[in-house]
């Protein structure tokens, strides 16, 4: 998504899109904010990202992050910690292109070949 941002039409992210056209794509607020913050162009990547379905983040997540941030040594960051806690809940991968997400092991897919 900072791809889109960054007006980069061949990159990583957007390739993995192109190969996975059946793949059903959720965003998260967490996802939202996080692209909006580095954006150029808001309105732009508002206007991309409104194509997709969107996960709310409610009391079932919540318990799910505090779960997954309490059963490891290694703790994930606050908002990796919601990604994969939105993910989990969703039966879902997180796709991304982040180490810290390498342990979530089957729930993560980095879109990088």
Known sequence: LNEIADHDDEGAAL??????RRAKLWISPVTLAEVLEGAEDVDAVRAYLSRYGWQGIHRIQAETAARLQRRTKHRLGENDAWQ????????ARVVGHDDAFKRLAAGYEDYRP
């Open 15 to 20: 390739q993995w899109l192109r190969r996975n």
């Open 84 to 91: 994969a806690a939105v993910a989990e809940c969703m039966k």
